[in-house]
């Protein structure tokens, strides 16, 4: 009786094994691929509890729903031969899980793959651009060929590239410094012409401005001169006509402006004897004669 007992548990263990055994899960995530003894045998895209024969068929999952992979940067050299350092990504999806399952078996087997193709891309795409094209605002264009180009090629391993993006293009860290260096020195010399040409400019303003003050004086000299010259011209003229006119009485005006001149300071002392010319106008009540 025990026996029976001990073989009905057995069989009974036995058959929720495979039972649990047969039974597996696909959650909306994912997808699933059916393998009996490595060979695929049916796909199932939709979400729900399937079946399977166990201990001969496996099940492999896979994410179905959209990825993103980062490509480790790559020196790449473009067409100028001036090398580049080139960060990019892709986003992706698995659409044919059959021929991704032949191509790499799992997922971080097809993210290797496609690493590779993008990575064979980049170089390709970039090596018929210079640097100016690929650092200017063309990049959105290169992206988009790139992005067509490893569509085209990720095709064979059941992945659809949705879109790639260039993160980071950037010199080689050998060559920022150098570069850095010849624009640091190619900006000191533009800086020195500026001011060499800034001098040039003040020693000629500062030239013309000295030459055009000399011009100025020496022809306000001149007019002064010619002005004073012809003042003095009709001043004498002046005293001639004054003087033909009445001699005594511009000889009179002529005295005193001498008499005004020698005492008109308080401190002065003139000596001379009583019958000097100078005292003619003193002398007699004013009458010289």
Request: aromatic share 6%; proline share 3%.
């Amino acid at each position: 009786m025990n026996g029976k007992l001990l073989g009905l548990g057995i069989t009974l263990a036995v058959m929720v094994f495979l039972a649990l055994g047969s039974v597996f899960t696909v959650n909306e995530r994912q997808l699933a691929l059916v393998v009996q003894f490595g060979n695929p045998k049916r796909i199932i895209m939709e979400p729900g509890i399937q079946l399977k024969v166990p201990f001969i068929e496996q099940v492999t999952y896979l994410d179905k729903r959209i990825r993103s992979l980062d490509v480790r940067p790559q020196e790449v050299l473009a067409s100028d031969q001036k090398r580049i350092v080139v960060d990019s990504f892709a986003r992706y999806r698995i659409v044919r899980p059959l021929e991704t399952f032949k191509a790499a078996q799992n997922e971080l087997g097809a993210e290797r793959l496609l690493e590779k193709i993008m990575e064979s891309t980049v170089r390709q795409v970039l090596a018929n651009e210079g640097m100016p094209q690929i650092v200017s605002g063309e990049r959105g264009a290169l992206m988009k060929k790139i992005s067509e180009i490893t569509n085209v090629q990720a095709a064979s391993i059941g992945i659809e590239v949705i879109d790639v993006r260039l993160k980071r293009v950037d010199l080689p860290a050998q060559n920022s410094k150098a570069i850095f260096d010849r624009m640091e020195t190619e900006r000191k010399r533009e800086a020195a012409e500026i001011r060499a040409k800034g001098e040039e400019q003040v020693l000629i303003i500062t030239a013309t401005a000295d030459r055009e003050v000399a011009t100025l004086t020496a022809n306000a000299n001149k007019t002064a001169q010619i002005t004073k010259g012809q003042a003095d011209a009709k001043a004498v003229k002046i005293f001639a006509n004054a003087y033909n006119q009445d001699k005594e009485f511009f000889e009179f005006y002529r005295t005193m402006e001498a008499y005004k001149i020698a005492l008109g300071k308080s401190d002065t002392q003139l000596v001379l004897s009583p019958d000097s010319e100078f005292f003619k106008m003193l002398m007699n009540g004013g009458n010289n004669k």
